[in-house]
Structure formats: C-alpha cells, structure tokens
C-alpha cells in the first residue's frame, strides 16, 4: 500500500480506552522551523473486541500517519487533504474501509467495561474565535458537580478568546482517559476528530447555576 518506502515499525499494544491506535513519533524543531519526525512507534489497543478487518483497518490508518510524518508532508490537520485522499486511494484500491474515525458499537462498549459499568462524564467543548480557520477546540472532562460545572461555563464564556462553550452528557470510553477537574485548562482537539464522539451525546444547558439535561 505504501510502495515499500517505510522502515519497520514496532507495534505495542495496550489497553487504552481513550483510542484505537496511534501512530507517535519523537519531534524535533530545526533552527529553520522545520519539523522532524524520529523513532516512530505504533500503539494499538486491544481493550475492544473488535472484528480482525477493523483492527486490520486500524492498522492501516496509523500506517497512514506514519507514511505522511517520515516523508515530510505538511497536512493542514491530523485528517487533513493529504490524509484523507491516502485513505480513499487505499478504499478503493485496495478494498478497505478506512475511516477517520471509529464509532463504538452497543457490544464494543460493553467490552470495554468489563466488569462495570460505562462512566458518564459532562463534557465542555470550547469554540475560539480562530475555531474556523484551523479547526481546533477545546474539550474538558468536568465534575459531576451543578456548581462547578457552572461555575467552569461561565468563567470560560467570558473569556475574550472564546466564542462559545457547548456542555455534553456522554459515556463513551474516549472520554475515559481525560483528566477530570474544574480547573480553568482544556485539550486542543481537531473538531472533526472530536464530533464523531459526541454524535449520540444528550446536551446540557445551563440556567443561572443548575443544569438541564
């Protein structure tokens, strides 16, 4: 698929909740600005029990990561043009069914918990003012606490920076692995990576210091 132009890449599995694979590398900065990209590593999950052509796919996708960081390329996000036209090339060509993202069934869910049951979690995700031109935001993991939750919107509402803060009541394990905490911090996320999981999340509004769900 990749014309036999990558080095070996060692595979580790773990029990991650937060994703299906990952493709990491060592990042360095040249004095001129460019980024290079060292010691890569694939980091697949076997938390789910998942189909042998999904984990196949999962490969793939992070072979895709991999291909696009050792050569060079500069995409405009994770799952920018140049991701996405691989990924379709591979499709087609190859018969696959590679997605940006993987949507977790009812069964997968229930995997992932063995034992107990999914945690529900109020998920904040921050618009920027800059949210159009590169596709970011924000996202925190808050305590199931009305006040603090509260508390958490207002004060980042009001911030210059921010357009608008969207609050999510939601159970899906890539939730799992974000710190909770009503610190005044959040993790930059590509939008388009972040919707996929908030699809069947029910909305929370906040009237003065209580919440409806």
Not at 100 to 115: L, M, W
Request: glycine fraction near 6%; include cysteine; aromatic fraction near 8%.
């Amino acid at each position: 698929m990749f014309g036999g132009r990558l080095p070996s890449i060692p595979i580790r599995l773990s029990n991650a909740a937060s994703y299906l694979g990952q493709c990491v590398s060592h990042v360095t900065t040249d004095t001129d600005g460019v980024r290079r990209h060292s010691g890569f590593e694939l980091r697949i999950s076997t938390r789910l029990d998942l189909p042998q052509a999904t984990v196949d796919d999962t490969v793939i996708h992070e072979m895709i990561h991999y291909f696009i960081n050792y050569n060079g390329l500069h995409d405009t996000s994770a799952h920018g043009p140049i991701f996405r036209s691989i990924m379709q090339s591979i499709n087609v060509t190859y018969g696959r069914n590679l997605t940006i993202s993987h949507k977790s069934t009812p069964e997968e869910h229930a995997s992932a918990h063995r034992g107990g049951r999914p945690a529900w979690h109020v998920i904040a995700v921050i618009y920027f003012n800059d949210t159009d031109k590169d596709g970011k935001v924000g996202i925190k993991v808050l305590p199931r606490t009305a006040e603090r939750i509260a508390m958490y919107y207002h004060r980042v509402s009001s911030a210059p920076q921010v357009r608008r803060v969207e609050l999510y009541l939601h159970n899906d394990p890539f939730f799992d692995t974000y710190p909770t905490s009503a610190a005044l911090r959040y993790h930059s996320i590509v939008l388009a990576d972040l919707l996929p999981h908030l699809s069947t999340a029910r909305p929370v509004t906040v009237d003065g210091d209580k919440l409806r769900y």
